[in-house]
């Protein structure tokens, strides 16, 4: 447990603002700097044009998986503010772009449309073009009524451009002089900025994983049905002592040679990590995490991560309250071996026979001297537990506790609307959504 120090979170989230802050009023101080441009709509569209550098910026930081930061955010936050950043980078590139056309134009006497034609023959337009025209598709297929039509790999190929658009982004800025160049300081810290962002990519999500798993060459050991529809995979290493691995977190699993290379999905540990071994367990919902019961035993397995907030980093109060739904309690499971103290279990699922791992819950819960609530039912059947008189029913001094939560998308949504009716500090909660895109 944490006592008198600053949360995790906040720390991270001060860190992030400093960050955004500290930039954004040096990118005043530039473009205050390097004077206006050939108009008052070119200085404009200057201006939009070097906060849509720092958004793209700031996007590579959301997406790179630096372990400091992941443990004390979580993964699936970064998620969310990496879509709004996103949305505020489309129509920044859009605004940008638009008024760079209108000032030429203006400059010119010509029509847009003439003017849009004729900087196609400038390299340093046609990149920024070329950018602009990725990102806007990749904005389109996000949009979440296009997103449910497309497969998760289909959609993963496309957002992939962005590393594209960023690319050609650079160079557009390189060759723009009167933003990159203007100055000694300008370029110095422009390709500081872009080195720093770059580096941070290529270190969290291509070098750190390829040598984690060249250092630790994990292994699967045994493939265990829970039930017909769920299964745990038991992996292990050389050297897992050393794997910055802690309950409540998860790993992205491939396994070559069963799957292709570019399918992977978030699974949960489901056991504490012990330095020999990880567990996952997955329920057969999709094609991936359905064929995990053909794994063949002593196959490798490609492991990137931990990553994930939901852990006891975060705990703050000697009384804790964990509640799951369905594949949920995974988690919740892992957390319940590092769990002490005053321990509260609440495990939503439709039937007693869908109460997965439920034997090993239980023994936990025992254990640590806890108590668990197994409610059955399905959704729309009579009231919900989740009301907030229905969760202050279960457990009364709910607002003195750390609340863990887990679950299904729904269930999640509607457990922290009920904490926040009863008043539970947000500093107390703690909530795991499933989904990564």
């Not at 930039?23 to 906060?51: D, P, R, Y």
């Not at 297929?141 to 650079?170: D, I, K, M, N, Q």
């Not at 806890?370 to 959704?379: A, D, E, Y």
């Amino acid at each position: 447990m944490r006592r008198r120090t600053v949360p995790p979170g906040l720390a991270a989230l001060w860190a992030l603002w400093t960050f955004v802050v500290v930039n954004l009023v040096i990118v005043e101080v530039l473009f205050l700097s390097a004077g206006t441009g050939q108009n008052g709509v070119l200085t404009a569209a200057k201006f939009f044009g070097m906060h849509a550098a720092v958004l793209m910026l700031l996007q590579l930081l959301l997406v790179a998986r630096l372990p400091w930061f992941d443990r004390r955010v979580g993964m699936d936050r970064l998620t969310v503010w990496h879509r709004w950043v996103g949305v505020t980078l489309l129509w920044t590139v859009l605004t940008h772009a638009v008024l760079v056309v209108l000032g030429y134009a203006k400059l010119s006497g010509t029509s847009m449309t003439k003017t849009f034609l004729s900087l196609t023959d400038v390299p340093a337009s046609l990149l920024g073009m070329c950018a602009a025209a990725i990102i806007v598709v990749v904005a389109g297929v996000s949009a979440r009524y296009v997103r449910r039509l497309l497969r998760y790999e289909t959609w993963h190929a496309l957002h992939v451009l962005l590393y594209l658009a960023l690319g050609l982004a650079f160079v557009h800025q390189l060759r723009e002089t009167t933003t990159f160049r203007s100055s000694a300081f300008a370029s110095v810290y422009w390709w500081s900025l872009w080195l720093f962002a770059f580096g941070a990519l290529v270190v969290g999500r291509i070098i750190l994983p390829v040598w984690r798993n060249a250092y630790h060459r994990f292994e699967v050991t045994a493939v265990v049905p829970e039930s017909d529809d769920v299964v745990s995979v038991h992996v292990t290493g050389r050297h897992l002592d050393r794997l910055p691995a802690r309950a409540g977190q998860f790993c992205i699993w491939r396994f070559p040679g069963h799957n292709h290379w570019w399918t992977a999905n978030p699974f949960s540990l489901s056991a504490a990590p012990d330095g020999r071994t990880l567990r996952l367990t997955a329920k057969a919902l999709g094609n991936t995490s359905a064929g995990l019961k053909n794994v063949p035993v002593g196959s490798r397995a490609f492991v990137e991560g931990p990553y994930g907030a939901f852990t006891s980093l975060h705990r703050s109060r000697s009384g804790a309250l964990l509640i799951a739904g369905g594949v949920g309690i995974t988690p919740v499971r892992a957390l319940l071996e590092e769990s002490a103290g005053d321990v509260v279990v609440v495990y939503r699922v439709r039937s007693e026979n869908d109460a997965v791992l439920i034997d090993e819950v239980r023994d936990l819960v025992a254990d640590c001297g806890g108590r668990l609530h197994l409610l059955t039912g399905r959704r729309g059947e009579g009231t919900s537990p989740f009301e907030p008189d229905g969760l202050r029913a279960l457990v009364h001094d709910i607002t003195e506790r750390d609340v863990y939560v887990c679950g299904p998308p729904a269930m999640t949504s509607a457990v922290l609307a009920a904490l926040r009716t009863l008043g539970v500090p947000q500093r107390q909660v703690h909530a795991e959504r499933f989904g990564l895109a």
